[in-house]
């Protein structure tokens, strides 16, 4: 989607505060360099705690900017918490296909990848909100790939290209679950992007769900087995089970408790209650 979003939607002033709030959350950004985490000492200093006679760690953000200029790049996590933006656009993605999301940003100087050739277990919605990337996309090695197969799905030949685009600021670009990616920065170009995580239920988690359910009030299904058996009563078993989930209700309650997990994004509104000068 060309242009979807404001091309100025998102500043460095707004990335500023996203990377500070990160420092103190229970989830602070992460950073690589040359495809390795580095050494904390190289982006944190010891501060001392004379009370307590300590020395704790915290991130400096001038060693972060000096890793920053040598190449490193910073995935921040559980982006849409500590930044009102990205939160609005999460909300906005929840309510159009009403599914639970998540987010992690990943910015850099432009000098070299954040991430190796890989493929997501889920569906993605990228934002691109600073700079620009280039994005070449190969078809997956295994249809509608879950975590579950990571050993199984070997990286196809560079060669088998599919497609190929550069995101621009304000550009939002789908890449399907199990979908290889190679992204790269444009060099010398400062670059941050969204990662907008899709989780609709899989059919694996709706019988799951359905099998739960039965156990309650089945005890056919909590019956132990018996060796001895000729699968008959397994065959019977399967059959009941196929009858009690082919049910309207059953669906329905199911789509029913899923929309309900979702968590809702509450906002606050205070400058409505404001007084006219106040605001």
């Known amino acids: 989607f060309r242009g979807l979003l404001p091309a100025d939607l998102y500043s460095f002033g707004d990335l500023d505060q996203a990377l500070t709030a990160s420092m103190s959350s229970n989830l602070p950004f992460s950073i690589g360099l040359n495809g390795v985490k580095p050494n ?13 006679k300590s020395d704790t760690p915290e991130i400096d953000p001038a060693k972060v900017q000096s890793l920053l200029r040598r190449g490193a790049n910073i995935r921040i996590q559980r982006f849409a918490t500590i930044c009102p933006k990205v939160q609005e656009i999460c909300v906005d993605v929840e309510s159009w296909l009403r599914c639970s999301t998540t987010a992690n940003g990943y910015f850099s100087y432009g000098l070299q990848r954040g991430l190796p050739f890989h493929w997501d277990s889920h569906d993605i919605l990228v934002v691109q909100l600073i700079g620009a990337k280039h994005w070449k996309m190969y078809e997956p090695t295994v249809e509608m790939a879950l975590r579950v197969n990571r050993g199984q799905a070997a990286p196809p030949s560079r060669d088998k290209l599919h497609s190929e685009i550069e995101l621009r600021a304000g550009d939002v670009y789908y890449v399907p679950r199990g979908w290889w990616h190679d992204v790269m920065p444009l060099p010398g170009v400062k670059t941050l ?20 359910r039965e156990l309650e009030v089945n005890a056919d299904l909590r019956r132990s087995l018996r060796r001895d058996s000729d699968g008959n009563d397994i065959r019977q078993l399967m059959a009941m089970l196929a009858d009690a989930f082919d049910s309207d209700d059953v669906r329905s309650q199911f789509w029913k408790e899923y929309d309900a997990s979702i968590r809702p994004i509450g906002r606050f509104n205070i400058r409505q209650d404001a007084e006219p000068d106040d605001r």
């Open 193 to 212: 992007h969204v990662a907008i995580g899709l989780h609709p239920p899989n059919a694996f988690e709706f019988v799951s769900w359905a099998l739960n």
């Open 40 to 52: 904390p000492r190289e982006y944190c200093t010891e501060v001392r705690n004379d009370f307590k």
